[in-house]
């Protein structure tokens, strides 16, 4: 955790986030509140402020946190020898606070996503596991360990808040490095871009949460639903329990094979796609560097809410996003102005979207 106040020290901030991610990797609640209340105290300490982390309550609260971490994968981080000769993704950005939020419709049908596993029955092999909510007028796409990560954080600042009688909350003085399920490396923008479908109007507008130190970024572009040229074929397999049907087209550069449920009329389908008759439950493209699977269904009412984190986000263009996004995951390094990192090797970047 760090203050606001010595942000933009850069040796600082080199010592603090090395030491972070080192508590990262060892899952446990005790290096992680330590931090929290390492900070809280400093701010404090005017009040006398006391940490007591041997309560009853704190320990209830690093049980449940230590639960909650303990099967995480280790990230690698670029200020660590160990990750020298492999090449990285730009680093995880802070836990956000989620708490604040507009209802913008109520969803009827929830599909959960398995993002480019390896083991469609282990949810640990996943990149990640995202959420398509399909309402009346609105439809969402995001990743649910993303939210997932966030919300725990969001809950535990809140609880800290209760026992301290402190009103800290996350990006207002107090940052906290995110944990997060599933397999993947650092951040990906199909990991932290939120897309939303306006079906009345036929707008789809994507918010792009940016890594680590780049929050200023942070941009969101609106443009008219994009459709699919699918042709439909004849051949059949089943997907948790549907019968679904083969269909093919090229979008944006790359070729894609999907497989749509014929018992779920339902025009839609993970991240970008949909215009076939029936429900999308799996699509990848050809290389197969983009899998989505439906691994699971839920028939109910919930809210589908855009975050009041996006006020603050820049309006763009789709293709001028794209020359961002590729600045930063070429230059990363350079544009954070992290020089003293071990490993400046950074993953090429492949987007869905080659046109």
Partial sequence: MRSNTIENSKEYYGEWRTKCLSQIAKRTFLAIASCVLMTMAGFGQKQNFKVEMNSKEMISLREKSEARVKSLQKQLSPYDANSRGKALNPML?????????????????????????????????????????????????????VYESDSCMTAEAK???????????????????????????GWSRYLFSEFFKDLAKNELTEYCRMPEALKSYESYYTEPIPTQNWQIGSETKTITGYQCQKATCSFRGRNYTAWFAVDIPISQGPWKFGGLPGLIL??????????????????????????????????????????????????????????????????????????
């Avoid at 802070?94 to 599909?111: A, M, P």
């Avoid at 820049?314 to 930063?328: A, F, N, V």
Wanted: glycine fraction near 4%; charged fraction near 25%.
């Fill in 93 to 145: 950005p802070d836990c956000r606070d989620v708490s604040k939020f507009s209802t913008i419709d109520q969803g009827t049908l929830r599909i959960s996503y398995a993002f480019n596993a390896q083991n469609i029955s282990d949810p640990n092999t996943y990149d990640d596991l995202q959420r398509l909510e399909i309402g009346n007028n609105y439809v969402k796409y995001y990743s649910y360990y």
């Fill in 159 to 185: 609880e800290m808040n209760r026992i301290y009688h402190t009103s800290f909350s996350l990006g207002n003085g107090v940052s906290i490095a995110m944990t997060i399920n599933g397999k993947h490396q």
């Fill in 282 to 355: 799996n699509v990848y493209d050809d290389a197969q560097e983009y899998v989505f699977e439906c691994v699971g269904i839920e028939q109910q009412k919930h809210p589908i809410i855009l975050l009041d984190n996006y006020k603050s986000y820049r309006k763009t263009m789709r293709t001028e996003l794209d020359k961002t996004l590729k600045r930063i995951c070429e230059d990363y390094y350079q544009i954070t102005g992290m020089t003293n990192v071990v490993n400046k090797q950074l993953s090429p970047y492949k987007p869905m979207e080659l046109e």
